[in-house]
């Protein structure tokens, strides 16, 4: 069974950057479309970025566009999200997540294998 975990999540000010990690074991994800999924207090989980098993679409929400880039290291068996020029809006928790059939669809109930989470806290 396929695990997934993050990691890089923390609290920093507006304007400042951290990199989110998703690492796998138990399985790989060489073949899986991996995605960022974030969600804030009181809101619905939300799609944020997508990167295809060979790196060949990335996809990124509207909000994040310009700001956040999605990698993957299929090596190392993880995946990352650089997350710069941060904003309070961009706080919430994010998930890592996996789509078995390679699919950036960006819709949560698409996703197979989820981790836990790890909290991003942007404020002043």
């Known amino acids: 069974q396929l695990q997934l975990v993050e990691s890089g999540g923390g609290l920093v000010q507006p304007g400042g950057s951290l990199r989110l990690s998703c690492r796998a074991s138990?399985?790989?994800?060489?073949?899986?479309?991996i995605g960022w999924f974030r969600q804030a207090p009181g809101k619905e989980r939300e799609g944020v970025s997508c990167?295809?098993?060979?790196?060949?679409?990335?996809t990124y929400e509207d909000f994040v566009k310009g700001r956040f880039t999605i990698s993957r290291d299929n090596a190392k068996n993880a995946v990352y999200l650089q997350m710069d020029s941060l904003k309070p809006e961009d706080t919430g928790i994010y998930y890592c997540?996996?789509?078995?059939?390679?699919?950036?669809?960006?819709?949560?109930?698409?996703?197979?294998?989820w981790g836990k989470g790890t909290l991003v806290t942007v404020s002043s």
């Open positions: 997540a996996a789509d078995v059939v390679n699919f950036c669809g960006m819709d949560p109930d698409g996703m197979d294998y």
């Open positions: 990167i295809s098993s060979t790196s060949g679409s990335r």
């Open positions: 138990g399985g790989t994800l060489v073949h899986y479309a």
